[in-house]
């Protein structure tokens, strides 16, 4: 007995600009949004998605290696995380989950800073106001609000700058993330939440999470959304220019279903052998976002033996510095646990560091150890 | 110097706080026009512009979730939680986010958030509308909590609440709201900080500690208990994590006897933090095990139960009994 | 400026059977579901709601005298808690916030049973087995879990009794009452969400929880919704009565939003007239829902002076049972604190209950007190 | 009698509880076809059926909320909290219905959830898989709290506190699941009640109470001390709410010390509920305050610095040196 009411994803009703085969898709109503992109910012964007892939395969294999502690493939989610990650302006500002490598690479996140959390090195990895990126959010959802919130402040300063949230398939499950949508509805608030329906929530299928489109939640809150297919760039890169627009002209926030897949594990830590079918990963692979652009790009004459070897050349730079920024970053120091609890002296916790110093210094003084 | 409610020192705390630095914004729910159920807000919205003072939807979990995103943008949001029961629903984000996201980003992202809990019972409310739920908190690190005891307090401690770069948990006592007390509104913020603890009533033969609203049931006992020979010194905790255990060292090392009262439930409450740390800082100086005068491991109870629940003036003078072996409910009356 | 988008709430779309002139509305398509309402089960409604709104007015003047602590009015919204409480069977389910003494009413909930709670004497009023109705919910929204989970526990046992929450607008925006949607759509749970649009929560509009319709929040969740004239108590009935003949079908959650008025305070504490405009009570009092009723049963010649007389006399009698049930009800214990907070025996908190009746026991040894 | 993880005797309880009754359903995250991340309820849904092992949407305060509705109708769910960061969503749910039903409902309704959350660090995880939440658990009252230390307690006490009436917070310390241990899949559930602590070793010297991951630490401790002229006794509490404060009061009369150690923060943590009621229990007994060796007062770290977090061996023999007096990190060395 199947408790709840499953089906397939149904494929109709997607904003496409990019056919899977390469051709440009008419009449979704969406060229005027990417008018300006010429060839070599298709080239610029293929060259992207080949570079955040091999970074991706870079740190998964990092983990392999036992140099990350963990890694979360987004493999399979370049288009969707590079389409809308490029329409971004700098200061607008991203509240993403953690999946989201290829968006801080947008966001000009350096490599070490990229793999310090996943290193175990730190809390986190960069700066959020060097790049208007926060780090990656684990708590399912909750980044949602941030990003309302965070939109709020921004109407309060009269910018117009936007906040874009990322999350997942299974976080529209969450209250967080419904709760977004009501204060980001009631407030008119300047935010893009960006859900890539990857398929799956670890072993859970979309379908178990929503019995409709989850674009279609949206609309009930007031919220106008669109469903895009997330593995064609240009269709990713136009609606989320359209939402930008809408919201820096005051007119609220916008929903973004990108349906796309994630053809790894959850993290490296997973094995969906155990709950998905292979074929269903065969399918989506005739559907990879940078085989279609490629294909695109040979059509039109861009894709030459001088452009990919420089595309070739770019991964493997980048693959080469993540691996040395990985490996050559140094340890924290053994009293850094008690950096930055708080942002104002605290004298119960000055108290154990400074205990746990004399702990540490104990061991110097009888080498046979504490007891 | 003018004397004010309780609930009319904060009000006028958070107005100084919002008249001084535009970043500071209030919100909550029904605190607008409504001026909150409690009418702490009162007229602020009238006064600051409904971007200042946000009526929020009912959810909080959203009301701190936006609140840690503006305060992302440079803000200093003043969530009113409307009672101490309904605090939960925002727990995750309190706990996740707000508690860790200045250590997450290594000092980069500061949460100047203040959280307004009015909580404690004493008021015959229904569920949910009587609880003490610090204990909660002051086991997150990356939090402060604090609560006040009287007006002067109220007026001061909300401006500092929402001047500090750390989150803070305030939790005003919303028994006391009507109570009265002279308040200096040109008092400084620097003069007293609230992460101190303040000597009530000086005394020598125990020392009795509490904060919220048990501090004046705590100074009432001090006078009864000097009507029978006893010296009692009363302290207000003002700042629940950190504790400032230092002045209650001092205390203790003087009288060698210690009484704590809150509301909360006894099991895993501050009263345990507190005596535990006293009895690790000043073991060879105690008399007496330290007494804790609490609220029952219970539900809160039904308005007409809520007295055999809540510490009392009797209830804390047996427990001052006990630490100095005078006769009490559980026996003694050799000692003293 | 201001910060939300609001407006009126408009009164199309509405499910109507009875205009508020007492005449009939046709083309609801709902007819169906209320065939077999005949001259006796009208005056049956009509007593149900003038007993009610008596028995309400009875609790709010014992608070007034001080008699109980707290009340909650249901004022105006007596067609929604009859219309769809008397479509209920015994073995349904009824999940409420504490607003719905009226549905309490159907279900056969004691006088004594319904004020203990707002007199203070206990933790709540009835045993929810012998009513099939759990006791008021003061968490927002938290019911709305309650009632999908016993609807989902109510499908693996194969049976087909329904579980119907109620709640506010204001519970709209809470997390748990969107995960509740989740879940029902999931499992398709036989549940009914009953929400009482009253278009208030506490000072909040409901424009400030809602932009659209809150009936057009469900259908996004895969929740088929109506949107009923929550004064009208035969549409109320109606629109209950099809979503639970769906439910026991197989047929999953429905939505339902009344659309009525708050017409007294939000409680006994409150006072409406710090933010809401008289002129909107004026506005609802033309669409009161037992005048509406009463219009009708004039009409078809149902309301004579006999039967005016058996429904007042029946109002009298309840208020007089209610104020008896009320003030002489007997006090709780001394001890009762710790009763029933365990169902097993819990050795700290017995410890503590001997302490304390050790201590109570010391004020009969020694008069003068404990010190 | 057969050897198994800790996490094969938990799947094996969990057996148990379903074939005794089919009132006991679960209910989590991944739990179904994947058999949970953890795989402790790995086959179960292959041989009980979807509606005994459910798969629920991401969302937990559902997952809660809807087992309290499950409960209204007489089931038994148990749920899961895939990692212990990830309860807070839950909390409301938990403290407000979960924990007060019972009262609530003046008895009627009775609440016999289980709340399996692995917790804990150690295991090199990410922010928020690492955590001890149990205090903020045994302060509420109307809920149980247990934590388990080895496989054999894990197979029974998953199956008594399935078969308890309360709510049962059930702390699996995941960094465990893998250690093997003997299980005999014959005993009886009325054989040692779930609320009661064991004396894992004997000692005269000093007492030494722990539970979950640190029970195995503790014995190790004791195994280093002896090699050192000490003896411990060593304490697993087993039950956290209620604490079996008998047990270890016997045991403090006894060495006139006592030790506690756990992974949780320090202030507000079990430990400092333990060492303030046996200080009130035994205050006459006790040569030494009591000692707290706990994680710091810090959201848990990264794992490359969580050994500077985790009590160890190290850090609980230095403190049994200081309620011995004898030379330690912060001095002494006179006595003993
Ligand atoms: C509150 C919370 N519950 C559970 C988890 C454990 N968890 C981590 S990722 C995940 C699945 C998320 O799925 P989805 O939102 O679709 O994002 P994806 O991983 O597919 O990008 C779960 C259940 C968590 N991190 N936070
Ligand atoms: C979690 C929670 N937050 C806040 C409150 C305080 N509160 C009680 S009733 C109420 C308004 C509810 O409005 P609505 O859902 O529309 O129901 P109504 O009172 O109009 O029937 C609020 C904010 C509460 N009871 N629970
Ligand atoms: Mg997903
Ligand atoms: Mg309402």
């Known amino acids: 007995m199947s408790l709840h009411a499953m089906g397939p994803v149904p494929q109709e009703d997607l904003i496409q600009l990019l056919a899977p085969d390469g051709s440009r898709t008419a009449g979704s109503g969406f060229d005027e949004w990417i008018e300006d992109v010429d060839g070599a910012a298709l080239q610029g964007l293929y060259e992207d998605m080949v570079v955040v892939r091999r970074l991706d395969q870079e740190a998964t294999a990092l983990q392999r290696q036992g140099e990350l502690a963990l890694w979360p493939p987004l493999l399979g989610q370049e288009a969707a995380q590079i389409g809308s990650g490029r329409a971004l302006r700098k200061d607008d500002f991203v509240f993403s989950s953690y999946r989201e490598n290829g968006v801080a690479y947008c966001r000009g996140v350096g490599y070490a800073d990229m793999l310090r959390v996943w290193r175990g090195n730190a809390p986190s990895g960069w700066d959020p106001y060097a790049v208007n990126m926060a780090t990656p959010q684990v708590i399912i959802g909750a980044q949602t609000l941030h990003a309302t919130g965070y939109a709020m402040a921004t109407k309060f300063d009269g910018a117009d700058s936007v906040a874009v949230s990322y999350f997942g398939d299974g976080a529209t499950s969450q209250g967080d993330s419904n709760e977004a949508m009501v204060f980001a509805a009631s407030f008119q608030a300047p935010v893009i939440f960006f859900c890539q329906n990857n398929q799956w929530a670890i072993s859970e299928p979309v379908r178990l999470q929503a019995q409709r489109d989850i674009a279609d939640r949206a609309p009930g809150f007031g919220i106008p959304s669109v469903r895009v297919d997330g593995n064609d760039v240009l269709a990713c890169l136009a609606v989320t220019r359209q939402a930008l627009d809408r919201a820096r002209g005051g007119g609220g926030p916008t929903f973004i279903e990108a349906v796309t897949y994630r053809m790894g594990p959850h993290t490296t830590a997973d094995d969906p052998s155990r709950y998905r079918d292979p074929n269903e990963l065969e399918d989506w692979k005739g559907r990879d976002p940078i085989d279609r652009l490629g294909r695109l790009l040979e059509a039109e004459g861009l894709l030459g033996a001088e452009v990919s070897e420089r595309v070739r050349a770019a991964a493997d730079r980048a693959a080469g510095e993540l691996r040395e920024a990985c490996v050559s970053m140094p340890e924290p120091g053994e009293l850094e646990v008690f950096d930055n609890v708080y942002a104002t002296p605290h004298a119960v916790l000055a108290g154990q560091r400074r205990d746990y110093q004399r702990y540490l210094a104990s061991f110097e003084a009888a080498p046979g150890g504490a007891s | ?336």
């Open chain 2, 1 to 336: 110097m003018s004397t004010m409610t309780f609930g009319r020192a904060i009000n006028s705390g958070l107005r100084r706080a919002m008249e001084r630095d535009s970043k500071v914004v209030l919100i909550g729910e029904d605190i607008g026009m409504l001026g909150g159920v409690f009418r702490i807000t009162d007229e602020l919205q009238k006064d600051f512009g409904a971007h200042r003072v946000i009526d929020a939807p009912l959810a909080e979990s959203a009301i701190l979730g936006t609140a840690v995103g503006m305060a992302y943008r440079g803000y200093r949001p003043v969530c009113e939680i409307q009672f101490d029961g309904f605090i939960y629903p925002a727990f995750n984000q309190i706990v996740s986010q707000v508690a860790k996201l200045h250590y997450r980003t290594r000092g980069r992202v500061k949460m100047p958030l203040t959280i307004r809990v009015p909580f404690g019972g004493g008021i015959g409310a229904a569920e949910h509308h009587s609880e003490s739920p610090e204990a909660y908190f002051l086991h997150t690190p990356g939090l402060r909590v604090v609560s006040v005891s009287n007006p002067q307090d109220a007026f001061l401690m909300i401006q500092q609440a929402i001047a500090c770069d750390d989150p803070v948990l305030f939790f005003e006592p919303k028994r006391r709201y009507h109570t009265k007390g002279e308040v200096d509104e040109e008092a400084g913020l620097d003069g007293y900080p609230m992460e101190q603890a303040r000597v009530e009533v000086s005394g020598d033969d125990a020392t009795l500690v509490t904060y919220g609203p048990l501090v004046q049931v705590a100074r009432e006992a001090a006078e009864a208990a000097r009507g029978d020979g006893i010296s009692l010194e009363v302290i207000d905790l003002r700042s629940l994590s950190p504790i400032d255990f230092g002045t209650v060292e001092a205390s203790v090392r003087k009288t060698g006897r210690l009484v704590v009262a809150h509301e909360a439930a006894r099991t895993g409450g501050l009263g345990a933090e507190l005596a535990a740390s006293i009895t690790e800082r000043c073991f060879y100086h105690l008399e007496h095990a330290p007494e804790r005068i609490t609220g029952f491991d219970i539900p809160y109870p039904p308005a007409k139960m809520e007295q055999h629940h809540l510490p009392n003036l009797d209830r804390i003078l047996d427990g001052v009994d006990r630490v100095l072996d005078r006769r009490n409910s559980l026996g003694g009356g050799e000692g003293y």
